[in-house]
């Protein structure tokens, strides 16, 4: 031949005005290369029957006058070359078939060859609309071309070609593998020979990548036990790349096979021609039963590839052949098919490196390692699906905007992913949001509406249990419970006739949506997730998404509102990132149910979500029923609850008061909801100090729950645990632990050995046990209880930090200090890594091994903790919150202890004005620190100064507790010895002498403070005889 047509890959685009032709030479090489392809058809096409000569020449000439015309066309040019480039690829290979000798007999050649002869009339066909006038074919084509052809026809037309090139090659790969076997088999004169035949099999895309454990699995499945009929099923969500991997595994496994045979399992009828065909072909017959006895009866090694069995309708045992040999693949997104398989894969996300490289190859980007940085966060956002990273590197690749892409994404996320990209790497036709919408198409109502309802929760940790203990919900008929209506229709599929939640009902939809890969059911946990993107995808495609947020608020509403009370710690963690996903993804929350969203915050120890809520809540329900309705004082109760643990002690002491008032004069003293009241007002009293007042109030609630609700009903029990932990504060260890091991008794018979309410009393009681040093007992109990938490509620929850520092503090005091700074450092790593430094939970830890710094006498890396954590609390909760003023004084003291007596004293006024404040002058722990600074003043040489601070304490404490109250004798011993190193003997001895005289009537003359206050007087008495002397000298 005189030329040679080059292959597609090698055309190189050329500048508008040159020529289309993949040919370096004249015309003249044009018509050399037809009129040799024509004699060898025409040489051919007796030996070759079922292509004759006619059909060859007139597919010939077809592509001559497509060349020879679009040279012409000025528009779109860029297009129409690499459209040319395309159809003198394929020509190649036909070409390169009919002049090598080799079998082109076959049905499969001229399918392929028919089918792109109808390309290309396809091309053609456009001209016959335009104009019925009997001009030339050629006159015709040119002028669709340059009126109504678009690039996006013409890439069309490209994509269609390359894929009928690829079909073209694979078959060539295949002759191959048939010519080795074949000269092989031909020195083996006892062999059989090896007849290989695929029919409409594409080979997987260029840019396949990665899966290869996966891959490597189905080596291993289709190599072991020869002899035996072997079937796998690669399931998954669409777009996961299940065809891309079957497809890649027959690539590389052609030698093995005799016939390869793919089957379009989309519907009954595709299957049914499919393997009419492969009877057809094999010369068996024409029907369905005679491909199955053709394939039972050829005991070689052949492969069926039933791709995209997605139908859940659909019963594939009636299509597999009978027989104990062969091979079979499946790919399907219903994983039910499984029951077929000897070994199964399920196809999910990609690995993250295999993600990157995917995004990159198809983006056509280079990998460094800058751009390897970018496409990570976006196949992350992309959530590994291979469908969508191939979409995304399409856009890329066009667009040239890798750095900029995700910006691009997240304000156009639907559009993109519903794009059909111009340029595709194989023959799937579907987009991300196509490929899900054929399967959600097919969904029942109840299925579609489920999977509308849960697009609003987080993707994970989905549950029937939310929507049974939704059905549960018991209706409250008042104007604030107002929209129940469409939630309680969504649920009545799932309501038996005797009026209970049906689960069978459930599984059976639930069943219905992982028929097609939509959900994934784990089945150990019984949690149901769905893939980001898929979540994503249906809320973008809600049509009414107002309406299904508020049924499904709605329905969390119900469902959190049905909770028992002694559930309610552990089954908020499990809620509370739906909660989050709500409250995001909806702005305005039904108001009927804001009180139980503010619950799942409180419980989680989210006060400062909480409390916007609540607010919002109490608001609701004082416009809608009225400040003293039941309704509005439950919501002012969790408000207050909500204050409490925010710090904001007098905000939750005005609301419990009010409560309590109201419910007294509402419902009686002897309603539950009052005697609640009263032991809520008496926790705000403990947490403010003022533990007798707390006492008082237990102690009378405890008395009247007794009496009218019984000794173990759950309010009674739990008035118990509170009033324990009272007396704990009280230093009334002996009553806190006669108490406590009643309270647990009662406790574990209500609720159980490893409820939250018990371990709550258990870790109270070990707190008792430590400070009465019985360190074996407390032990014992903090390691149960920690054990038992981090098991249920996990280790960053604040209940199991709160145990594990008490444990720890028990460790210290019974001398175990390395075993007790060892758990404490272990843990605060872990929380630096997992919560980071701000978490409440890590700074609860650090306080703690702070404090043990301090008691072991290292006060420098004690004060360099404390610091951290003044600085980081108050920037999170500001200079007056408690907790700050909390390690303000921890960091004093530490500063004290370090001889730091300037900083200590600075710090010490800070929090002596603020406390005053805050709390009034006398509260206990405003008391405390004049104490702290009076003492730094005095340590530090200052005495006029804790001259001053002693005077007015003294004062104070005489008014509150009376002269001969052991705290106000102590500070007049510190007064006296103030007095003492001013100089001023006179008002020293006055208050010696009042001491001496005290102590020697309380506690005999011969106490060791007695002798100590005796000494202290003959003391100031030597110093005045001696300054007396000094006068008269």
């Not at 983006?363 to 191939?390: P, S």
């Not at 604030?480 to 069978?504: H, M, Q, V, Y």
């Not at 609301?655 to 005697?675: A, C, D, F, W, Y």
């Not at 007064?975 to 003997?985: D, N």
Request: aromatic share 8%.
């Amino acid at each position: 031949m005189s030329a040679t047509p080059q292959p597609a890959h090698g055309a190189t685009v050329q500048s508008q005005g040159t020529s289309i032709w993949p040919f370096k030479s004249s015309s003249q090489a044009k018509i050399d290369w037809l009129a040799t392809s024509l004699t060898t058809a025409r040489a051919l096409s007796a030996a070759a029957e079922p292509i004759p000569f006619p059909y060859v020449k007139s597919l010939f000439a077809t592509v001559l006058s497509i060349l020879e015309t679009v040279e012409k066309v000025k528009k779109n040019r860029d297009n129409l070359k690499e459209l040319c480039g395309s159809i003198m690829g394929v020509m190649e290979i036909v070409h390169e078939e009919l002049s090598s000798n080799k079998d082109t007999s076959g049905v499969k050649f001229k399918t392929l060859c028919e089918e792109f002869h109808g390309v290309l009339k396809n091309i053609l066909e456009e001209v016959k609309q335009l104009n019925t006038e009997p001009r030339r074919l050629r006159d015709r084509f040119q002028e669709v071309l340059k009126l109504n052809t678009t690039a996006d026809q013409i890439s069309a037309f490209q994509s269609k070609i390359q894929e009928l090139r690829s079909n073209f090659m694979l078959r060539a790969v295949i002759n191959l593998h048939m010519t080795v076997d074949r000269s092989r088999n031909s020195h083996n004169p006892d062999s059989t020979q090896i007849t290989q035949g695929i029919i409409s099999c594409p080979p997987p895309s260029r840019i396949f990548h990665g899966r290869q454990s996966i891959l490597d699995k189905m080596h291993q499945f289709f190599t072991q036990e020869l002899g035996k009929l072997r079937i796998f099923v690669l399931h998954g969500l669409g777009g996961t790349g299940k065809t891309q991997i079957a497809l890649k595994f027959i690539e590389e496994s052609l030698s093995r096979f005799s016939d390869i045979f793919f089957i379009d399992t989309s519907s009954v009828e595709t299957i049914e021609a499919g393997l009419k065909d492969i009877a057809a072909t094999r010369g068996t017959g024409t029907g369905v039963d005679d491909a199955l006895q053709w394939l039972a009866s050829k005991t070689d090694e052949w492969l069926l590839l039933f791709d995209n069995a997605d139908n859940p309708g659909l019963d594939l045992h009636k299509f597999l052949p009978r027989c104990s040999h062969g091979n079979i693949l499946i790919t399907s997104r219903n994983q039910g098919l499984v029951v077929h398989a000897g070994s199964h894969s399920v196809v999910s996300d990609m690995e993250e490196s295999e993600a990157v490289e995917l995004l990159l190859k198809s983006a056509c980007q280079d990998i460094t390692t800058g751009n390897q940085e970018i496409a990570g966060k976006i196949v992350k956002v992309l959530g590994y699906l291979a469908l969508a990273i191939i979409q995304a590197g399409a856009f890329i690749s066009k667009s040239g905007m890798l750095s900029s892409y995700l910006d691009l994404y997240k304000e156009n996320r639907s559009r993109l992913l519903a794009a059909k990209p111009t340029q595709s790497h194989d023959d799937y036709k579907w987009t991300v949001y196509t490929t899900w919408q054929i399967s959600f198409a097919q969904l029942t109502t109840t299925a579609t509406t489920l999977l509308q309802l849960c697009s609003f929760l987080h993707n994970e940790g989905m549950s029937e249990e939310l929507f049974s203990r939704a059905s549960r919900y018991q209706s409250d008929t008042s104007p604030a419970r107002d929209g129940l209506k469409e939630a309680l229709e969504f649920l009545s599929p799932f309501i038996g006739s005797t009026g209970n939640w049906d689960s069978f009902s459930f599984i059976e939809v639930m069943n219905e949506l992982t028929a097609f890969s939509l959900v994934h059911l784990d089945p150990a946990t019984k949690l149901f997730s769905i893939h980001p993107l898929v979540h994503d995808w249906i809320r973008d495609t809600l049509k009414d998404s107002i309406s299904c947020g508020h049924q499904i608020t709605t329905i969390m509403g119900m469902s959190v509102a049905a909770i028992a009370g002694e559930e309610m710690e552990v089954t908020s963690l499990k809620l509370l990132p739906h909660i989050d996903s709500l409250c995001k993804k909806i702005t305005q929350i039904s108001p009927a149910f804001l009180t139980e969203y503010g619950l799942i915050y409180s419980w989680a120890s989210r006060y400062e979500e909480a409390m916007p809520i609540q607010v919002s809540a109490l608001d609701h329900y004082k416009n809608v029923l009225g400040d003293d309705h039941e309704t509005t004082l439950d919501a002012s109760t969790n408000l207050a609850v909500t204050y409490h643990e925010l710090g904001q002690y007098q905000e939750a002491e005005r609301l419990r008061k009010l409560v309590l008032e109201k419910q007294s004069k509402i419902l009686g003293n002897g309603h539950p909801k009052t005697m609640r009241a009263m032991t809520y007002l008496a926790w705000t009293y403990h947490c403010f100090g003022r533990l007798r007042e707390a006492a008082e109030l237990e102690v009378a609630a405890l008395e009247r729950q007794r009496e009218i609700l019984g000794e173990d009903a759950p309010d009674t029990v739990q008035t118990m645990a509170d009033l324990t932990v009272t007396y704990i504060e009280l230093d009334q260890m002996q009553e806190a632990v006669e108490l406590g091991l009643a309270t647990l008794e009662k406790r574990k018979k209500i609720s159980g050995e490893d409820h939250p309410l018990t371990l709550h009393i258990m870790s109270f009681l070990g707190t008792a046990y430590s400070r009465l040093k019985n360190f074996k007992e407390a032990e014992k109990l903090y390691l149960v209880v920690l054990q038992t938490r981090m098991k249920v509620l996990g280790e960053t929850h604040r209940h199991t930090i709160h145990v594990m520092n008490n444990l720890a503090l028990t460790y210290f005091a019974s001398d175990k200090w390395g075993e007790a700074e060892k758990l404490c450092c272990e843990w605060l790593a872990k929380q630096r890594f997992s919560q980071g430094n701000d978490h409440p939970h890590t700074m609860d830890t650090m306080v703690t091994l702070a404090r043990m710094y301090y008691h072991m006498n290292q006060f420098i890396e004690a004060e360099n903790l404390f610091r951290e954590l003044l600085d980081r609390q108050t920037v999170l909760l500001g200079h007056d919150h408690p907790h700050v003023l909390y390690i303000m004084d921890l960091l004093a003291r530490a500063s004290y202890s370090s001889q730091n007596l300037t900083e200590a004293e600075n710090l010490f006024r800070d929090l002596l004005d603020k406390q005053t404040i805050l709390w009034g002058a006398n509260d206990t722990a405003t008391l405390n620190t004049m104490h702290w600074l009076a003492l730094t003043c005095y340590d530090a040489s200052n005495f006029t100064g804790a001259e001053k601070i002693y005077h007015e304490l003294l004062d104070r404490e005489t008014m509150l507790w009376g002269a001969d109250d052991p705290a106000t004798l102590k500070t007049m011993d510190r007064l006296a010895l103030t007095y003492y190193y001013l100089g001023q003997f006179i008002e020293s001895e006055k208050l010696y002498v009042h001491l001496s005289e005290k102590f020697r009537a309380s506690l005999g003359v011969d106490d060791p403070d007695t002798l100590l206050m005796a000494e202290n007087l003959a003391t100031i008495r030597l110093a005045m005889t001696a300054e007396s002397s000094n006068h008269s000298a």
